[in-house]
Each structure stands twice: as C-alpha cells, then as structure tokens.
C-alpha cells in the first residue's frame, strides 16, 4: 500500500495504536508503524505532523519536551485517557469497516 | 464538565498559532534521526543528511500541514510569512521600495493635509453648541449678497423677525481703542457687538457676566468683556478684574465679565463692547458696519426664517425708500458661509492635490509595471516550481499591501506638517480657533487613500499574475521582458503625468503671472522710502476738534524736523493700507436723484503737505491749507478719474459737490484741486475714485503718518514714539509699517496661495520628471542588445542619444497635447483669481510647455548618454 493509500482516518487509528504501547517521539512514531507493518506502510511526514497536531488538538494525545537517554531534547507524544477511549472506538469501527471489507472480497 | 473544557480547548486550538520555533526543532530532531538511521546503514554523513533531508519532504509544506490544522491561525500564520518574504523582497530593492513609498506618501499626504485644513476651518471650527442653528446675516441689495448690515436695520430685524430665536451683530473689520490706565498706553482690538451676542452664540463669560439690554441702549453705561488671552496678556489674569475700571479711549469703562479660553467669532478681540442704539457706528441706515449672526428659533426651517427676514426687509423698503429700496437680509447657514470666503483657494488647492496624487499614482503604477516585468520569469518559475497561483497573487499583494502601509504612515508624516503649514500661510477667515493636529477624519482619509493606492497598483497585477500562462512567459526568452502591452501602458502612463503636470505647472504660471502684475501695479504714489504709522487721539480727551487739529498739525511740523525726515503727510486712510468709507458724491442738484453723475468715492481727510510727502501730483488747482478752517467755505480735492466722470468737461476746479456724510443732508464743498489717481485699497481692486477734505475742516481722531526719509527705519520710528509721548505720554503710536511692506501685506494671501500651489506643481513636476526618467532608463536598458547591434552596424553614438532624447521627447509632446484642454478648462475654474493675465495666456502656455520640454529633456539624458555608451562587444557578451 502506497503511502497515498492511507486513508486519512486510519492513520490516525495508527498513530493511537503506536503510542498505546510507549509514548514515542514524531520519528520514532513513523519508524514503528513502519516496523510494525513490515515495511508495507511507509509514513509521509507531511502527513505525520500535521495528524500528530490534530489529534492532540482534539486531546487525544499530548506531548511534552523530555530530554532522551544521549541526552537530546525531544517531543514525545502519549495518550491521554481520552484517546485510549478514542482508540477503542476507532479499533472497533475500523475492525468492522475492514470486516466488511473481507466479506465482500471473499463473497461467492 | 467535559464538554465544555473541550470546547475551550478546541477555540484555543482555533486561534492559537503552533509554536513555529517548537515546530522547527521537532522537524530538525527528526531529519536528524533519519540522517542518523542512514548513517547506521553505512551511508556517508553527507548522502545520509541528503536522503533525510529527501525523505522528509518540502519542510514548508509540511509546516504549512501543520498549519492547516488550525483555520485562523493559518490565514494570520501566512500573513505573517507573506509579510516576512514581501518585506526581504522590498529591501532587496530599494530605491524601487523608497520610490513608492516617498510617491505616495506625498500624494497622501497633500490630500489629506488639505482635508485636514478642510476639517480644521469647516468642521471643527464651530466651537458653539448647536452650531446647525446658527446663521449668518449680509445685507442683500437687489438679491445680490453683500456683506455688512446697519444698525437701525439690524435693530429692525431683530425685533420684528419671526423665526430666528436671537439676532445679533458683530463689526467684522478692525476696530480697535486706545487702553489707558494700565501700565502702558495700549491698542488693542475691540469690536462693537449688540447686547445679545454671547447669548446668541451660545457662549457664556468665564466670570462676570455679558451686556445687559440697558447697555445697548443710548446713555447706557459704558462696560466691556475682556477676552481670556487679554485679561492674561495685561491684567495678568487678576481675578478682581470684574468690576474694574479701565479707559478706552479715555472713557472710563467698566470690565462686566471675561470670556472663557479660546472663544472667538470672526476677528480676534481682545475686549467687546456693546453697540448703542442709534448712536455712532449704528447711527444711520446708510452706515453699514454690522454682520449678523442668527440663532434659529427650535425646527424652524432656514427658509421659514428667510421668509420671516423677508417680510421685515419688505416693510424697511416701505418705510425707507431712501436707504432701503432693494435691500434685504440674507441668512446662510454660517458653516456655509465660511466655506464661500475659502472656496476658490482651497477648491484650487485641493484640485492640486489630487493632480498631484494621479501623477503619484501613475509614478507608482508605472514602476510597479517595471518591476513585474522584471519579476515575471522569477514569478513563472516559481509558479513552475508548483507555487500555487492564488498563493503567488497573494504574496504579491502583500508586497503592495506592505508598501501602502509604509505610504501611509509617511503620507500622515507629511500631512500634519503641511497642515500646519497651510493653515499659517492661507489666508483663513475662521470662527474658533485654529488647531491643527490629526484628526480622526483625517486617519480615515489615509487609510482610504491607501486602500485606493493598494487596489491601483496591488490588485491588478496580482490578478495578472493569477492569470498568467508560466509556461508562455518562460517561452519568451531568456531575459526579463514586457510585451508591447507593458510598454504602452508604460508610456501612457507617463502621458498621463506630463498632462496632469503641464496643467499644474500652467495654473501656476498664470498665479504667478497675476502676482508679477499686481506687483507692478503703479500704487499713484511713491512707495520707496516712506514709513506708516497710526495715531489715534483717544475721543474722551480730545472731543473738540480744535485740539485734534493742533495736536496733527504739531505732530506733523515736528516729525518733519526729525533726522532723516524729509517730508511728512497726515491722512485717516492711507491708500492700499486702509480701504473702505467710501461714499455716494454728486452734484447738488442731482442729490437723491440717482442722476447720471452720482458716484461712489473714497473719501479721506488730509492734512496740508500730505500729497507732495506721498509723491501724489497735484495736477490742478492746490493743496489743502491751514486757512481752510471751519469757518471758511468747504474744500475738496478730487482724484483725476472721478474728476474727469463727474466733469467730462474738464471744468471740475471750482464746482460745488454734495457729499454723503450719513446725515439727512449731504456736506456740500468746492473743487479747489485735482490730484493724480491712487490705488485706495486693494491692489487687486486697482485705482479708484477718491476724494479728498481738509482736516480743518473734517477731523476724524484717527490718523495715519506717512513720513519720507532717507535714514534707517528705527531711527525714525523711535523718534517718533519719542515725539508722540512728548506730546501726549497717553497716546501709542502703532502699526508702524514700511509702505513696501504694507504693498506686500496686501498681496500676502495670493503669495500664499500661490507658493502653495507651485510647491504641489514642483513636486508634481518632480514625479513626472523621475516617471519619464525610469521610463527611459528602462527602455534603453531593454535595448541593449538593439543598440549595440546598430552601433556595431555603424550608427554613432550622437544619433543613438537622439533617439532616446526624442522619444522622451515625443511622449511629453503627446501628455501637452492633452494638457491643452484641460488647462482650458482650469484657467477658466481659477480666472477670478488671476490679475492682468488671461486664462488662455500665450506666453504662460508656450513658457510652460518650454520648460516642462526642458526638464523632460534633462530627464532624458541620463538614458540618452548610457545608450550613447553601450560598447557593442558588451552589450553582445551580455546575451
């Protein structure tokens, strides 16, 4: 799947998901979605922050300066309760969605 | 409550603008991180940064992304950015930003200063409550407005006019007293009001109180308000000055009250007093001194009070047919009326400025046409680049939009200068006071003004730009180029400044020819050498008019015995100096008769010797003498015009003529000699009727010195105040003028007038002159690569330079070809202001074209000789 493919809101369902398991950094953010889909999605930045930005505007996520381990300051992002609940949300109407989606293909 | 928390956050949200500086940092942390992964991959460090740098994308674009996030902060977030680039993009150039800035600041600002005097003298200065209702009063005769009212009419009206809740008059021409009693003998001016002035006005004394009605009456005791400035000037603001008594000329007269700061009306006074029924200046119904000014009774209309106006004048008529036969009142709102006296000035003016502002303006646009032609492959390219052409258009019109700011803060810079500026040199007649300072009107017509500047030269190439075809441009060639169009629309541009210019520079030349004529205006006497100065005998102490005629005839044979002095004339009214007071003459068997030699004249009253100190020829007859007593028959000398009218006979010495001297009966005296012609009052009005009595025989108690002498100005003025004090230590000697200055004073307001518009012709000039000079610096510039293949093919440089002057040449042609109706049609609008020249003046018109030719050509030649020196090898390798 190319990176235009992405739809818009499943990239925020991932950027959830990624930092449901740790708070990350923005690269790190890119760098694990892409690990965890082995290499098949592949983040524009141009679209990573701009999505970073929104979702912490709508609070669902929240950063804070903190300095990393070789002592550079970094941004890392969380989430609040209100994405967590968010990300069940969104995980359960995307599970359906790609449900539906199998059916279909898999119909006859 | 959550909901609400989250609604606050999400307008924060809306307007906050992402931290740019923390954007940058998390961008720069993540291409670092990326060039390090690659480092790690075994890149080197410089490929590493390269391919992060790549990966990462456009860092504008995704700022931009982030931005987008949030609506209004996006608009504010590339304003700001816009803002930024445009303002780095105008210092790059700046002598094309400072061009634009200085241009239209002066446009601006010369309109907006005139506004600002417009403001100042029409809207501000009505410091009277309810100043809608307050009118103003002049004497109509025949429908035709005049100026000043008499007394008993003004009295007849104000008790018989329906409509109008208070009336009252003002004398509106110097009128001033002698103070005595203080510490110094003072002239000081003080004009004759009624009883209900203030009242009228809607103004009451700081302290004290105003005129009661008993006080207008006659016999009424004498008293006076004192203006503010004075009770501070000569009383040092002694709050027991109420009730005091001082003398004005020599009457004992008590302070009733003082007025508040700054109260005005009309002329400058330093006391009032009230005018008495019937007596001195209000005694005739021929004697017009007064304006009026009314205050409309509540939602009573102005022509319902015109009407009741009306049908007092009717009665008057009937009543008088005497005096009043085809006189009348005519009531103007006073805002109007003060707007009449300017009009044609400021009209004059404020046309200027906005000749002015055009030629800015089509400077502006005409360096705005080079500079996008210059920028358009830089545009295309970026518009190639995948710059969207909504945001190119914009950023373009931030750059001008930036420029009109800056405009408008120089444009209010130079507006509040010149403001000043034209407030102290024109000649305005205003009722408050003067302050000048920016107003809010005047804030307001900036930022129009701007606004209008931006949407001329902002607007349209941003919609250009928008339009434009990149590739096209880019097709065109490898250099900056403007189509035809550009170039036409260049070049009309100049047309357009020239003509506007020429008109200008014409206006001004036909002002500054009326001035040069007025100048040489011959006065009928000898002005060189000859100092004035004012005597006035207080009319308490020197009631009998023996005592005035030997205290002149002292103060006449001793100034003549003063160093210096060669010769000494006494006269009430000194000609150009002191007009007015002239009167209805005719002969006696003709008098009220209205018969074919009944003439209006200046009268005057001289002392013996007074024409030969003036340099006025005694051309029949003789002078006054000193055996021309009361008790000899009464003489007159007449001027030689009114001579020659009254006379075509040329048998005028020795005739008897009746006078109007106010009374029932006229002065009847004999002809006993003709003097040369003089000009009485202004030098505009020219030479008039004059004639002239002995002061034996008519003795006013004001007179004028005019003293020839060869020695120094203050030599002789402090001999004469000692000579005056000697005489009579309570009498001041005042308005001591030089007869050169006194013909200049009188010719003051048209030098203003005119030195205002010739700096708006100068600096209109000025612009088209550097518009025409771009334009031909430009051009060759395009042509470097022509030029250099004609000289290269033999042409020589002189014929190069001709070539460029000539087409500069040609453009100014074509911009005084327009320039000929319009200034047509200006001489017409500014005829009443000129004097001894014609509108359609030749001379003024080929000497204006001349020398705009001339500047033009000067503004040509720089081009002309760069064009002259393009080396061809040069101008090849260039390509």
């Known amino acids: ?108 | 409550m959550q909901w609400t928390r989250d609604l606050a956050r999400r307008c924060r949200a809306l307007f906050r603008r992402p931290d740019e500086r923390e954007m940058d940092e998390e961008i720069r942390l993540h291409i670092e991180m990326e060039a390090e992964e690659n480092l790690r991959r075994g890149l080197s460090a410089e490929e590493a940064r390269r391919r992060a740098l790549a990966a990462f994308g456009r860092v504008e674009d995704i700022k931009d992304g982030v931005r987008d996030v949030r609506p209004v902060a996006r608009v504010l977030g590339d304003l700001r950015r816009d803002s930024r680039v445009g303002f780095r993009s105008l210092r790059r150039q700046p002598v094309f930003s400072l061009a634009v800035l200085l241009t239209l600041g002066i446009g601006i600002g010369g309109n907006v200063a005139m506004l600002g005097v417009l403001d100042v003298v029409l809207f501000r200065s009505l410091p009277y409550p309810e100043p809608e209702r307050l009118v103003l009063g002049r004497v109509t005769y025949g429908g035709e407005v005049g100026r000043t009212v008499s007394g008993p009419d003004f009295f007849d009206y104000r008790e018989r006019a329906d409509g109008l809740e208070a009336l009252s008059a003002i004398t509106p021409f110097p009128v001033e007293v002698t103070v005595t009693g203080t510490a110094l003998p003072e002239r000081v001016s003080a004009p004759l009001v009624s009883t209900g002035f203030f009242e009228t006005l809607g103004v009451t004394p700081a302290s004290g109180r105003g005129f009661t009605a008993a006080e207008g009456e006659p016999g009424g005791a004498p008293v006076a308000v004192l203006s503010h400035a004075y009770w501070q000037r000569s009383f040092g603001g002694d709050p027991d000055v109420v009730g005091s008594t001082i003398h004005l000329d020599a009457v004992p007269t008590t302070v009733v009250g003082v007025m508040p700061p700054g109260f005005r009306f009309l002329v400058d006074a330093d006391l009032w007093r009230p005018i008495q029924r019937g007596t001195g200046w209000a005694a005739a119904r021929q004697f017009h001194n007064f304006l009026l000014v009314g205050r409309l009774s509540p939602g009573v209309t102005l022509a319902s009070a015109q009407g009741g106006v009306d049908l007092v004048s009717g009665r008057l008529e009937e009543a008088y047919p005497d005096t009043n036969e085809g006189k009348g009142l005519r009531l103007t709102p006073l805002r109007e009326a003060l707007a009449e006296g300017i009009r044609d000035p400021i009209r004059l003016l404020l046309a200027a400025v906005l000749l002015v502002l055009v030629v800015a303006c089509a400077n502006v646009a005409g360096l705005v046409v080079v500079r996008g032609s210059a920028r358009r492959s830089e545009i295309a390219v970026r518009s190639v680049m995948g710059a969207g052409r909504g945001r190119l258009a914009r950023q373009l019109l931030t750059e001008s939009g930036l420029l009109a700011l800056g405009a408008s803060v120089v444009g209010i810079g130079i507006a509040t200068w010149l403001q000043r500026g034209i407030l102290v040199l024109l000649p305005l007649q205003t009722l408050g006071p003067l302050t000048a300072g920016l107003s809010p009107t005047m804030a307001g017509a900036t930022a129009a003004l701007a606004l209008l500047a931006l949407g001329l030269f902002g607007v349209l190439p941003a919609l250009r730009v928008a339009r434009s075809e990149p590739a096209l441009e880019l097709r065109s060639g490898t250099r900056a180029t403007t189509g035809r169009r550009g170039v036409r629309l260049q070049s009309g541009l100049v047309v357009a400044q020239v003509a506007v210019t020429s008109v200008l520079v014409i206006v001004s030349g036909l002002l500054l020819r009326s001035f040069f004529e007025l100048r040489s205006v011959d006065p009928g006497f000898d002005p060189t050498g000859l100092l004035t100065a004012e005597v006035a005998l207080p009319s308490g102490s020197y009631e009998d008019a023996t005592d005035r005629l030997r205290f002149f005839e002292r103060l006449g044979r001793e100034a003549a015995t003063l160093p210096g002095v060669s010769a000494v004339g006494l006269v009430n009214r000194l000609p150009v100096r002191d007009g007015g007071d002239n009167v209805r003459v005719a002969p006696p068997e003709e008098w009220g008769a209205g018969g074919v030699f009944e003439r209006v004249a200046y009268q005057r009253m001289v002392l013996p010797g007074y024409f030969e100190a003036m340099g006025i020829p005694l051309l029949a007859g003789r002078d006054v003498s000193r055996t021309d007593t009361r008790e000899a028959p009464p003489v007159m000398l007449l001027s030689a015009s009114l001579a020659e009218e009254l006379s075509p006979a040329g048998d005028a010495l020795g005739r008897v003529l009746a006078v109007d001297v106010g009374t029932d009966d006229p002065w009847t005296a004999e002809v006993v000699g003709i003097v040369g012609d003089v000009v009485p009052s202004s030098l505009a009005a020219g030479t008039g009727h004059a004639m002239y009595f002995a002061y034996g025989q008519r003795s006013p108690s004001s007179m004028r010195l005019a003293v020839r002498g060869r020695v120094d100005r203050a030599g002789i003025t402090t001999g004469l105040r000692t000579l005056v004090a000697s005489l009579d230590p309570d009498i001041p000697l005042t308005g001591v003028a030089t007869m050169e200055e006194v013909l200049e004073t009188s010719i003051a307001d048209r030098r203003s007038v005119m030195t205002v518009l010739l700096a708006f012709a100068g600096v209109a000039l000025l612009l088209a002159a550097v518009g025409l000079y771009g334009l031909m610096a430009y051009h060759v510039s395009r042509r470097v690569h022509e030029i250099g293949v004609r000289m290269a093919l033999g042409a020589s440089a002189s014929g190069v330079a001709v070539s460029v002057v000539r087409r500069g040449l040609v453009l100014v042609g074509a911009g005084l070809v327009l320039a000929v109706p319009l200034s047509l049609v200006a001489g017409r609008l500014v005829g009443g202001m000129l004097f001894g020249v014609g509108g359609l003046d030749p001379w003024t018109y080929g000497g204006a074209a001349a020398f705009l030719a001339a500047v033009a050509g000067l503004a040509c030649l720089l081009p002309a000789r760069r064009a002259a020196t393009i080396d061809p090898m040069e101008a090849f390798r260039a390509e």
Do not use: C
């Open chain 1, 1 to 108: 799947m190319s990176r235009s493919d992405l739809l818009q809101g499943s990239l925020d369902l991932l950027i959830l998901r990624v930092l449901e398991l740790e708070p990350l950094h923005g690269w790190a953010v890119s760098k694990r979605i892409r690990l965890l889909s082995k290499d098949v999605l592949d983040v524009n930045q141009g679209s990573l922050y701009p999505a970073l930005y929104r979702l912490r505007d709508r609070g669902l996520i929240e950063s804070e300066w903190q300095t990393s381990d070789e002592g550079r300051r970094i941004k890392v992002y969380h989430l609040t309760p209100r994405g967590r609940k968010a990300l069940v949300r969104e995980r359960r109407s995307w599970r359906r969605f790609s449900g539906a989606v199998e059916a279909i293909l898999q119909a006859g």
